[in-house]
Antibody
Framework: EVQLVESGGGLVQPGGSMRVSCAAS????????MNWVRQAPGKGLEWVSY????????YYADSVKGRFIISRDSAKNSLHLQMNSLRAEDTAVYYC???????????WGRGTLVTVSS | QSALTQPRSVSGSPGQSVTISCTRT?????????VSWYQQHPGRAPQLIIY???KRPSGVPDRFSGSKSGNTASLTISGLQAADEADYYC????????????FGGGTKLTVL
């Protein structure tokens, strides 16, 4: 089955760090570009970060630039998001999403909730 | 900075048609067909329903259609059904020297 499964969410204090991951299966993960998209409680979708299939090209939203790091391990079919210096406004469900060109997200995981609170 | 503006809510009765607009500020969508639409039911992940402005993924009913004119893209849902009640988001990419992905604020569709 073609799917993405996120893990690693939970409660973290402001200023802390957390790493969320996404396990891909059912498709050639190394051939696809991947993204993280988040959704704060009761709010809309916000794109967070992109990584190319090779990992050579990486982009971030301004809201997370300098604090978050996206990476991938194609040998393990996994995508990661290392989140540092977390703020209350980073509280959200984090989805990993596969992207196809010219540009659309054709496969989404179920998401993992990250709560930043003291 | 460019943004995508959607109405916060729309409604319609079963069998009717509704259209959700997505307006891009500061510039139009140009010749790029980088507009997609997503349906999200409460507590669920978003699901792609329209890509490349007008195309439907396999399994999406032809009651869903997309279009674009200038700086406004639109999603039309015809023959409304109760199951169509959900949030809908438009999405577009931007940026010449970097990548910027924009989502609209979302539209809540209520089937009366």
């Amino acid at each position: 089955e073609v799917q993405l499964v996120e893990s690693g969410g939970g409660l973290v204090q402001p200023g802390g760090s957390m790493r969320v991951s996404c396990a891909a299966s059912g498709f050639p993960f190394s051939s696809y570009e991947m993204n993280w998209v988040r959704q704060a409680p009761g709010k809309g979708l916000e794109w967070v970060s992109y990584i190319s299939s090779s990992g050579n090209y990486i982009y971030y939203a301004d809201s997370v630039k300098g604090r978050f790091i996206i990476s991938r391990d194609s040998a393990k079919n996994s995508l990661h998001l290392q989140m540092n210096s977390l703020r209350a406004e980073d509280t959200a469900v984090y989805y990993c999403a596969r992207v196809k060109h010219p540009w659309y997200f054709d496969l989404w995981g179920r998401g993992t909730l990250v709560t930043v609170s003291s | 900075q460019s943004a995508l503006t959607q109405p916060r809510s729309v409604s319609g009765s079963p069998g009717q048609s509704v259209t959700i607009s997505c307006t891009r500020t500061t510039s139009d969508f140009g010749d790029h067909n980088y507009v997609s639409w997503y349906q999200q039911h409460p507590g669920r992940a978003p699901q792609l329903i329209i890509y490349d402005v007008t195309k439907r993924p396999s399994g999406v009913p032809d009651r869903f259609s997309g279009s674009k004119s200038g700086n406004t893209a639109s999603l039309t849902i015809s023959g409304l059904q109760a199951a169509d009640e959900a949030d809908y988001y438009c999405c577009s990419s931007a940026g010449t020297h970097t990548l910027s992905v924009l989502f609209g604020g979302g539209t809540k569709l209520t089937v009366l």
